[in-house]
């Protein structure tokens, strides 16, 4: 009876690991906080959990790693002599999971269905690319972009409008541009490629895992490709787990986790002790670049005295030192202290109620209207804390805030479709390239603040012809003091976050940037 007492035991107890994920000697999970909006590369929007959940399977050209350098993955080198002109090489031995070669055939593709109206996505806009229109559309179902050529299997030069600083095309196409093989989708309907369930399990790949089965609400497992070029990964199974931030410290001390990455999971505030006091858990401090954003839709705030009264009725510092006890920093604008353009010029605007309710009132008299949504992330705990003290502060100078609370992807939704009157989200701005996002979020009509002036315009087209950092900074520091003025985006804080990752694994080291660029090494002790 002890006999099958303990076989009963035993088998419940695989069965209760298999149900959950449970890490065993052959997987690895990865504890993520927001949900999946899509597998498919062509689909992505601008969420870090989706950009490096579609990466696993479809490598980028290139991409950051934790000093904040630029490293091959399909390219072996991005180059150029005039800031329009840019030279792609890809690596000589990257292939495709079915033995072919990674072509720049293959980029061109994936470029072009970037711009054709019927697979165009948001996200990979190809705006910058001469030979598209100012959307970035090139006519539906061309088969070449102007701005484009193929020199040879491996080589294809891309030639931008304007002027644009290698750091900033390194990010915006090295980092994004997620190649698709072209001798397996090149005959399928474009309007059908957004769609297409054959990105939820893929069976031909350029990254070092397939995907095995996916509920995007849930969890993405893969299995390693043998095949993958840079060598088979040591760890035969990865797990997506999507959990809520407060499951996680249990998670990882219970084994169920075994990695959380900075921009895909977010621990809370309030756990950070417990995690890093943790024994069979490193904690990873990440550098301080995950800014809590709040971007202000100018069409339906038109009021800039409002607008300014929103930043000078928010006491951010006592909220940041309440709650994020030194985890991280306060800044004005988009840059934080680690960007290489980052100013100490700005300084930091005060908490000013008085003036702030002052605002209000005189905005108030000619009409304006003084109560607004605004929109959260509902995996951001520790913001949503804050938000309630801000709303009862803003009560108090005379704006009446309703606070809607929603999930990642409804987020982008809204924000997408610029729906909002306020929301805000953590937004990670690469330090080393503040102008893909600012360019983008300053886009006037159709961007999340519909805001942009002669002015901010004008900086960032400069900040791409320069090559001095301390000049660069001054173009950026334009663009940061017209946030103060004209009020089209409030930084709330900016995270230190923290990541963790099991001692069991070696070869992993949790980052803001570079946690996934050597995955085939990973290792399982």
Not at 31 to 56: F, H, Q, W
Request: proline share 4%.
């Amino acid at each position: 009876m002890k006999k099958i007492l303990v076989s009963l035991l035993v088998c419940i107890l695989i069965l209760s690991m298999a149900a959950m994920g449970m890490a065993d000697d052959k997987s690895v999970n990865i504890g993520v906080t927001n949900t999946l909006t899509t597998l498919n590369p062509l689909a992505m929007d601008n969420t870090e959990v989706v950009k490096y959940a579609c990466s696993l399977t479809f490598l980028p050209l290139l991409e950051l790693d934790s000093s904040l350098n630029f490293v091959p993955q399909l390219a072996k080198s991005i180059t150029t002599e005039d800031n329009l002109t840019f030279t792609v090489t890809l690596q000589d031995d990257a292939k495709w999971s079915d033995g072919r070669p990674v072509t720049a055939e293959d980029v061109e593709f994936t470029l072009i269905l970037g711009a054709d109206p019927a697979s165009f996505n948001v996200s990979l806009a190809m705006y910058m690319i001469d030979g598209t229109d100012d959307n970035g559309f090139i006519e539906a179902g061309a088969d070449h972009i102007d701005g484009i050529h193929v020199i040879d299997e491996r080589t294809l030069t891309i030639r931008t409008k304007w002027e644009t600083a290698l750091y900033t095309f390194n990010n915006n196409f090295g980092r994004y541009l997620l190649p698709v093989p072209k001798h397996v989708l090149g005959k399928i309907p474009r309007e059908e490629l957004l769609t297409l369930s054959w990105f939820n399990h893929p069976d031909v790949i350029s990254g070092p895992y397939f995907i095995s089965d996916a509920d995007l609400n849930h969890y993405v497992y893969y299995t390693a490709n043998e095949n993958y070029f840079l060598g088979a990964p040591k760890i035969k199974y990865l797990n997506i787990q999507v959990v809520s931030g407060s499951q996680l410290l249990a998670g990882l001390q219970s084994g169920e986790i075994d990695l959380v990455q900075q921009t895909m999971g977010s621990i809370p505030i309030e756990d950070y002790s417990s995690v890093r006091a943790l024994p069979n858990v490193t904690a990873v401090s990440g550098t301080p670049v995950t800014n809590e954003s709040i971007f202000i839709n100018t069409a339906n705030v038109p009021d800039v005295r409002i607008r300014r009264a929103l930043l000078l009725g928010m006491d951010r510092e006592t909220m940041f030192n309440a709650l994020l006890e030194g985890n991280g920093e306060l800044v004005d604008g988009f840059l934080v202290s680690a960007s290489p353009y980052y100013s100490s010029v700005l300084g930091l605007t005060a908490y000013d109620p008085e003036e702030a309710a002052r605002l209000v009132s005189e905005a108030a008299a000619e009409g304006a209207r003084t109560a607004y949504t605004w929109y959260i992330n509902s995996s951001e705990s520790t913001w949503a804390t804050a938000m309630e003290y801000f709303a009862a502060l803003y009560e108090e100078i005379g704006l009446q805030i309703e606070i809607r609370t929603v999930d990642l992807a409804t987020l982008m939704t809204i924000a997408g479709n610029a729906e909002h009157d306020i929301m805000s989200v953590e937004y990670t701005y690469a330090p080393v390239d503040p102008y893909t996002d600012v360019v983008w979020l300053l886009g006037g009509e159709g961007s999340w603040t519909g805001y942009a002036t002669d002015a901010t315009n004008e900086a960032l087209a400069l900040s791409q012809t320069l090559n001095d950092n301390a000049a660069i900074a001054e173009q950026y520091l334009i663009v940061d003091q017209a946030m103060q003025t004209d009020v089209p985006m409030i930084s709330g804080w900016v995270l230190s976050t923290l990541g963790a990752v099991s001692n069991r694994l070696t070869g992993v080291r949790p980052d803001v940037f570079g946690t996934f660029i050597d995955v085939q090494n990973w290792d399982i002790q």
